[in-house]
């Protein structure tokens, strides 16, 4: 039974720490989602990846969060430095998108258990 | 721009009743529509999407272009129905098929 897995499942760090979480996406899969929920915001689309390559990353905070895939079967997150309303669950999802011409088809998106984050 | 709106951050029903959990969207051209689940501890997961015009546990959802809709409907709510509940939109433009998801809408279903 194929699964997202991510790495670690809970991280509490101290404000000003580099956090670095990970995601084991599922074999085969060509894309990967990034997402953070919280309670005031449910689930906001950080970054997405087709074929290993950045689609897109517009709802991550540059100047801080750092999003990529070094081979196709690692995506990392990365927050540097972390702040106090980093805290969150990040979640990572993989799915396929079937191209055709200028038309795109996306099928499911699996999650991961997600890593639940707290910046004190 | 994509874009998801539940109104309702929470839904309460009694078991038995029915249950409608709606979902507005916005996109300029011709959408993919999903509902997601995520149960208590468990993964989020899909429960269905507009292509597949299936029921899930009892549950459909009718896409509604001229509204921008895509409600989901269940006509008789189960205890085992609670959980939060995401509508969520890919674009099919190239280059759009990201997923957007709404804010969620957390149902509970009371005995």
């Known amino acids: 039974d194929a699964r997202v897995t991510q790495t670690p499942r809970h991280k509490v760090t101290e404000m000003g720490q580099e956090v670095t979480m990970r995601c084991q996406p599922i074999l085969g899969h060509n894309t990967v989602f990034w997402y953070r929920q919280t309670m005031m915001q449910g689930l906001e689309l950080l970054a997405y990846f087709r074929n290993r390559a950045p689609l897109d990353d517009s709802g991550m905070p540059k100047d801080r969060f750092s999003a990529e895939m070094p081979d196709a079967t690692l995506a990392t997150l990365k927050i540097q430095p972390s702040e106090p309303r980093d805290s969150a669950v990040y979640f990572c999802a993989s799915g396929l998108v079937f191209l055709y011409r200028q038309t795109g088809t996306n099928t499911e998106a699996f999650f991961g258990q997600g890593t639940r984050l707290t910046v004190v | 721009a994509q874009r998801v709106t539940q109104p309702e951050k929470l839904l309460s029903v009694f078991k038995g009743a029915p249950v409608e959990l709606k979902c507005n969207y916005s996109?300029?051209?011709?959408?993919?529509l999903f509902w997601y689940v995520q149960y208590s501890r468990q993964r989020l997961q899909l429960l269905l999407r507009?292509?597949s015009r299936e029921s899930i546990k009892g549950f459909t959802a009718d896409l509604n272009k001229g509204e921008t809709s895509f409600h989901l409907k269940k006509p008789f709510a189960q205890e085992e129905d609670s959980a939060m509940y995401y509508c969520?939109?890919?674009?099919?433009?190239?280059?759009?098929?990201?997923?957007?998801f709404g804010k969620g809408t957390k149902l509970t279903v009371n005995p």
């Open positions: 996109y300029s051209g011709s959408p993919e």
């Open positions: 969520a939109l890919s674009g099919t433009q190239g280059g759009s098929e990201k997923l957007v």
């Open positions: 507009h292509i």
